[in-house]
């Protein structure tokens, strides 16, 4: 069987919305120094590098690996670059955790980034679209995650109010991040009063768009402790797709996250994720598919989302509290938001986070995802 | 701490041709995908994960795994796409199944660049934006600059470049699996246009259309399938510097390196290897491979590359589907070792060498045995 792996060091760039003063090589920079300096160890150390970005066509730069090589120092060494959308970064981490789990490393640095004020981000979305059939009417991933929403409301009877609370909880938590750019807590009001952009998605459902890099480093059980006396284990890791133009796919319920939850907990020995996890990190493009992720991963039955959200139990002070970072509302270089939840994770679990330390975490669930809302996967960290 | 060994239970590969403008991205992907598990007894259900290469720039399409998941066969399975060459997209595949986690992993690679109005928009958008990119710095002038240098320090000349061209066109032409209309001689090759002194056209790889398929195992399953596995015993990789003018002149480290990890985890050097699949971007770019992989010393990489062991295939010169390059020339020694000539010497072990970027920045090397 392959090795334990555990996370050993993390770093984050103070994410904004445009990052004037440095190249998308340096911006790569500080949040490797970061994860280096606080996993003890200098690039030499580390055996394999992978890199993990949104679509090339966010910053316009081809194979942009093959550049920040130079910027971090990993001339020479194993480098290679995994990318997934919107779940790069923690499609890069599986790779990472793959390589150090099967032996062709002992430390592998992943480092995940976009910097997406250098593109046309709306534009770059749209390319998705399948160039003969669904360019005609691409707009984006706005319209195509309302029909979500909508299909949740018509179904379920969820409201424009459990979405917004979700805005709501996330962006109040966002405000003790120290590495977020947005914090400004809003009402449930504000939130249904903002300017509708793609209905029921509204100006405060959506985060922002930002500029940002994070970088852990993955070790093996044999050196971890060279680093921390407390890394973050990873217990289970996955991460599914479902076709793409499928017309079975369910829009209440994320099946690949589903699936990827169910193989993860079976290999992290997870039975009552309600009751087992202390916290929880989602990446949340849109607030609403906070709730699909919360019955995908069966925090709640099927359709129970809203009264999830309602209850309070997400909340910091709730059982199960989700987002205490603040999620992608406080900051969303979305390449990077995969590495930056799977950060916020293992920090609670090494009793270090930076935001809201869960106390007492020990077990923590970290999900992200991409593609065109079909690629979807989660992980189990504990201490 | 004992991982299980990774073998190669089959191939599949579509005809490498300048345009296959009858077909879309996913015709060629389902092509191989649904060819792979011939005879092997083995279905899609059996398959634990897909990893794919390709370029999102090349397709014209962000995320475009995306769009090709059903032809790939990954719905409802883990799926990753390395934007790098095949060859990476094997190595992962290979770390999943000794970690432990799957048993079966299908590795697929494709290339429309005949869909590209200009290829070297596509080389030009990976060099570094600020300072290489306004003047125009590029994978032809990387790699001509390549060339005149080895010319200059080992007297190598256009009509030995030419040779070794014009015998790797003739191989392909043998082999079946690359669309040839007419196979160029040595002074075709010369006469072809100028692309980057002292590079003729045709010393530069051509760019085809295509797509690899490969079915990857424990050593287990791939040897009870009954057929003759090859098993993968090393793999290393290396990343050189982007600044091109600070690259060592005349080598290529990274290959040195990649080699080294390979053969090291191998218990064999690669150039003890008996037959050499090797990718390259221009006839000198083989020829600094083969100096790295230890087949040559240095400035004598022509030697080896006209013995009959380097790329019988006709390696990448007249077939080059950018992102699947290098997992053909796994494919391809998979099956020098798997079903050898009659009477010929039987191979056993083979050196397999995949590259990337302008002037072949990253590089990777693979050992496989039966």
Redesign the interface.
Known sequence: ???EVGIVGVGQTHHSRRRTDV?QAGLVREAVNRALADAKLSMDEIDTVVVATG????A????P???V??AIG????????????GGAGF?GA??GY??V????SERTLVVAYDKLSEGQLQY??S??Y??FWGREFAVGIMGFSAAYWRARMDVLGHTEEAAAMVSVKNRKNSIANPYAHVKKEVTVEDVLNSKPLCWPIKLLDVPPISDGAAAIVLANDKVAHHSTTRPAWIRGI?????????PERSLMLS??LA??AKRVYR?AGITNPRRQFDVVELQEPYSCFELNYYESLGLCPPGEAAELVASGATQLDGDIPVNPSGGCMGANPIGAVGVIRLIEGATQVMGRNESHQIKGAKTALVQSG???A??RGCAVLSA | ?S?PRVGIVSTSMTQLRPAWDSAQHIDLISAVVLDVFKGTGLTLDDVDFIIDSG???LD????S??????ALG???????????DGL?AA??G????????SSVGLIVAYSKPSESRDIDL?WG??????YQRPVGFGQKAALGMQAQRYFAAHGIKDTDAAALVARRWAAAAEGGQVAIDAVPDADTVLASAEAAAPLTDLMISRPVDGAVAMLLSTEDIAVRLGRAPAIITG?????????FSARSANQL??VA?AAA?AGAKAGWKPSEADVAEVSASSAVGELLVLEGLGLADAGKGLDAAMSDKVNRSGGALPADPLMATGLVRLAEAYRQLSQPHPGADAPRRAVVHGT???AM??NCVFTLEV
């Open positions: 069987m392959g090795r190249s679509p090339v066509l966010f316009a730069v081809n194979q690996e093959k550049w090589v130079d990993a001339q020479g060494k194993s480098v290679v670059r995994v990318t997934s959308g499609a599986l790779a793959y390589q789990a099967g032996g062709y770059s979305i390319t998705l399948d160039p996955a991460y599914c797709c479902e076709a793409d133009n499928a099946e690949p699936i990827a290999a991409g593609g065109w079909n690629l | 701490m991982m370029s999102d720039v014209g399409r962000s995320i795994n995306c769009g090709f998941l059903g990954a719905h409802h399975k883990e799926e990753a796409r390395v934007e790098e990476w190595l992962y290979v770390n999943k199944i000794r970690a432990g986690s596509y958008s990976m060099v570094e934006p600020f793999i290393g990789t290396s990343m050189e510097t982007h600044a480290e990274s390196k990890m990337g970027g302008v920045q990253t």
